[in-house]
């Protein structure tokens, strides 16, 4: 079944609908610093944007907070370190990635990258500025596993493991017009809908995770 993916509309007047869906890094130990827009993060109703680090590289995970949609991760392309040496931004260079589900409970992240599988000029993509502007979009044409409504993301260091929240269901349909259902991978492993109160699921190691690093 066909879906309408639900639009970022502005809010008041005059607003542009791609000035929405983005997230902003404010640095509260200083009143003067200029809100920086983390473009690389992609452009959807984030739910979350939860940052660590994994082998020197920053890590921030997010989910698009609505029915049927996806668990996103951005991994600098250097260690943080050797970016700030060279006086760049490791919030500036990276891939952004989106997680495909099996339904044993592995799974694996697919980069969201320009050129690569069906993001290409042939299918419509103009460059990689278009994949993070249409984000969800791009995430649907790679082929991922939509969810039901994921929340809040956590890196429990003392555990390993990623942890993610799913805030209880809306209603019955969404989730299964996307494909969160019962039957779907993500409902095999009880991630989809159904559960009104909502519930929390975690990533592990490798053989039953998405990372291969021993954090994750």
Known sequence: MAHRRRP??????GGRPKDQGWITELDPQDPASVP???????????????????NGRVVVYSTDAEDGEYLYKYVSARPWRTLRAQGEDPLDHGTLSVALFGANGSGRWLPLVFGSGP???GNGWRDQADVLVRAGLAADAVGTTPLARPERVAVPRYRGGVSRRRQR?????????RGAGAGSPAGRLGWGGGRRAGHRCRTLRPGRALDRDRRH
């Not at 970022?8 to 007047?13: A, E, I, K, N």
């Not at 827009?37 to 680090?53: S, Y």
């Not at 269901?169 to 017009?177: A, Y």
């Open 36 to 54: 920086v827009k983390r473009t690389v993060l992609g452009r959807f109703w984030h739910g979350a944007a939860t940052v660590t680090e994994v």
């Open 169 to 177: 269901d809306r209603g019955p349909g969404l989730h299964r017009t």
């Open 119 to 121: 993001l290409t000029a």
């Open 8 to 13: 970022l509309r502005p809010r008041g007047r």
